[in-house]
């Protein structure tokens, strides 16, 4: 991937971390801004097309609530990727620990949230290097979006804010495809 696509990728996964967070007045500028970034992938830039269309649609009232019933931890969503991954199990507990002291050596601010909140993790994604983010990706969050996602979800019916989640595992699909494919060309 050329430096510049990983700018952009880099650029638009902060993007879509903002949508993650609850709606404020400045929502609708975010979408747009985050469909712009998109422009070198055009899949997601679709979906988000497809999600400000939506947006639209809705009141800032019902954003909100859906936000809500979406990605809170009693929500169908859960953002909050050690707990999709781990429930409640003492391995959470550790794996919050040590998102918490990344974070902290990152400078990577987590808020009122916790630290496996996936918008908190993608800001971190963002100043990790390569072989870092490449781990964590691979063995964290990718594993988290698919449980997020569920194995079959139909995107023309799924909640309309599960699609930022969808536009970050394909971002990070791709970026574990081309990195696959980069090593493969090298052994051959």
């Known amino acids: 991937m050329s430096p510049d696509l990983m700018k952009q990728r880099d650029d638009l996964l902060l993007l879509l971390s903002s949508l993650m967070a609850y709606p404020g007045n400045d929502y609708p500028e975010k979408i747009a801004h985050a469909i712009a970034q998109a422009r070198a992938f055009p899949p997601i830039q679709?979906?988000?097309?497809?999600?400000?269309?939506?947006?639209?649609?809705?009141?800032?009232?019902?954003?909100?609530e859906n936000y809500t019933a979406t990605f809170e931890i009693q929500g169908r969503y859960c953002l909050d990727i050690g707990f999709v991954l781990f429930g409640e199990d003492y391995k959470r507990g550790e794996f919050l620990v040590n998102m918490q002291r990344i974070c902290r050596e990152h400078n990577v601010d987590v808020g009122s949230e916790l630290p496996d909140h996936l918008p908190t993790v993608l800001r971190l994604l963002h100043k990790l290097d390569a072989s870092e983010r490449k781990e964590l990706t691979a063995k964290i969050v990718?594993?988290?979006?698919?449980?997020?996602?569920g194995p079959s979800a139909n995107w023309e019916t799924?909640?309309?804010?599960?699609?930022?989640?969808?536009?970050?595992?394909?971002?990070?699909e791709l970026d574990c495809i081309m990195d696959n494919k980069v090593l493969e060309e090298a052994t051959c």
Do not use: H, Y
């Open 46 to 64: 679709e979906i988000l097309k497809t999600f400000s269309a939506w947006c639209e649609t809705q009141t800032r009232a019902e954003l909100e």
């Open 142 to 149: 990718l594993p988290a979006l698919q449980k997020i996602m």
């Open 158 to 172: 799924i909640n309309p804010f599960v699609r930022t989640v969808r536009c970050v595992s394909i971002l990070l």
